[in-house]
């Protein structure tokens, strides 16, 4: 596999750490090179409906910037059990770091279970806090634009795909990959997952984490069929895939 796909898997964890009380892992990267340990926050990077092992790529790049970031296996359907399990992933990779202050990085449907997770963290007593969330930054986030997912244009998606897997063949052909292996190990997960995604309105449990003090900005690809652009908020280039496969638009979001 390496040798087929060299330019996606030079990248790898520095730890792979257990959840306590879980069977799931944590992957740290640690900040590298001249920039190394300049990363004001820890920054989370986790996956939507893709599935696990799809983000460590943009985790890798990330890290090379300064970074410290982690990122976690999830293939829980439920929003609430994901949403804790996010917690317990944080907990860990903030013990592990050392660090007091984490920036969540979501694609796509993993906006609710960040939602609730903050909201499961905030309303804790301040001297319960184990670590301080200073911003959640979505991209092409399911909820997050206001407009229903409409099944009849995601087929429009395709020449977006199409020029992904021009410009990154060796991440295109291993996120797809990995996303299908992930979906055939748990495909009655993955299809509960996604059928919790389609009506989603996710603006008033942001709305509910931004009055608790919580920042939210949110990032959309001006060729996503999938999530639309509403026009008002972070509009980048690319299509719904681009943030995991092209690493350009996290780095840019995390500059």
């Given at each position: 596999m390496k040798l087929i796909l060299p330019d996606f898997d030079r990248y790898h964890p520095d730890e792979v750490l257990r959840i306590p009380g879980t069977k799931r892992d944590v992957r740290v990267f640690n900040g590298k090179g001249k920039h190394a340990e300049s990363s004001e926050h820890v920054i989370h990077v986790m996956h939507g409906l893709l599935g696990e092992g799809t983000v460590d790529y943009i985790a890798g790049h990330l890290s090379e910037q300064g970074h410290d970031v982690y990122t976690h296996d999830e293939n829980e359907w439920h929003p609430k059990r994901r949403s804790r399990n996010v917690h317990l992933a944080t907990s860990a990779a903030m013990d592990y770091f050392k660090r007091p202050t984490v920036e969540h990085f979501v694609h796509s449907d993993a906006v609710r279970a960040i939602v609730d997770s903050v909201v499961h963290q905030t309303d804790k007593d301040p001297e319960e806090l184990k670590y301080k969330i200073v911003r959640v930054t979505t991209v092409d986030g399911n909820g997050t634009n206001g407009i229903p997912i409409n099944l009849f244009e995601m087929h429009q998606e395709g020449r977006g795909i199409v020029e992904l897997a021009k410009k990154s063949p060796h991440t295109s052909a291993r996120v797809y990959g990995r996303s299908i292996m992930n979906f055939l190990n748990s495909p009655v997960t993955s299809t509960l997952q996604g059928a919790?995604?389609?009506?989603?309105?996710?603006?008033?449990?942001?709305?509910?984490?931004?009055n608790a003090g919580v920042p939210v900005r949110s990032a959309f690809q001006d060729q996503d069929f999938v999530i639309r652009d509403p026009g008002d908020g972070i509009t980048m280039p690319g299509s719904h895939m681009s943030a995991v496969i092209v690493p350009d638009t996290m780095i840019d979001l995390a500059a």
């Open positions: 919790w995604a389609l009506r989603y309105d996710g603006r008033p449990d942001i709305a509910v984490i931004e």
